[in-house]
């Protein structure tokens, strides 16, 4: 059937820039900045096309141009029509990374520190019967006498009468920003000749998310009776 089928699309981009400055013979500075950017996506072949479900006269569902396509239908004991439950399904992700260090040489101690700093950029697009979904299994054309030896699901589709339609107009789309930031010492002490000592502390935070919308949330457990946090 034309358009019934999906296609997925993936590609990755990176870009990746070191700088190293020597300042003497006893320090040296390093600058890092990378970006990475993930994007997949699994669309029907009529996403972006043509409104498939409003043309067949279903309303009431969301009027997203990438989410366009054919409903699903259900027939009982017959195979069914349309892409599945979550598509469209896109993720797309921006990540940003600034990492610099300078490294002192001070007698037997070689001594590292620096900061590692993210930013985390994460848009989800996954939808759910956003064409509407309906199901025919016969009950519609059963004979109320005995409808568990009557009635025929593919007749009910002819007919237009399903059981049962649900729908959504209501995206599910979330963007959710955070960052992360490290601070290190790293200690490399040539004790003796033959004995090196590696001294290392990190000390990483990482806030929680926030979404673009405010439409995240969490329930706080230890508060008395438990509450939701947006």
């Known amino acids: 059937i034309p358009l019934n089928g999906t296609h997925t699309y993936a590609k990755t981009q990176k870009l990746a820039m070191n700088c190293v400055h020597i300042v003497n013979p006893a320090s040296v ?17 009529s996403a972006s096309g043509p409104n498939i479900a409003a043309q067949l006269g279903l309303r009431n569902l969301l009027q997203e141009p990438i989410a366009f396509g054919l ?18 399904s896109t993720q797309r992700t921006n990540s940003y990374q600034l990492f610099q260090e300078i490294t002192l040489t001070r007698g037997r101690h070689s001594v590292k520190t620096g900061a590692d700093i993210r930013k985390l950029n994460y848009n989800d697009l996954t939808e759910r019967q956003q064409n509407g979904q309906l199901g025919f299994t016969g009950g519609l ?19 237009g ?28 002490w040539k004790v003796k000749q033959r004995v090196t000592l590696y001294l290392d502390m990190r000390y990483d935070v990482t806030p929680r998310m926030a979404e673009k919308l405010n439409h995240l949330s969490a329930l706080e457990r230890l508060y008395p009776g438990g509450r939701g946090l947006l």
């Open 29 to 45: 500075y390093e600058l890092r900045i990378g970006y990475n950017r993930p994007n997949y996506l699994n669309l029907q072949n």
């Open 71 to 88: 409903p699903n239908i259900s027939i009982t004991n017959m195979s069914g029509l349309g892409p599945g439950t979550f598509i469209p």
């Open 141 to 159: 054309t059963a004979n109320p006498a005995s409808a568990s030896n009557t009635g025929s699901a593919l007749a009910d589709a002819l007919l």
């Open 161 to 188: 009468l399903p059981l049962t339609a649900t729908g959504s107009a209501q995206s599910l789309a979330g963007a959710y920003n955070g960052f992360s930031y490290g601070f290190f010492v790293q200690d490399y």
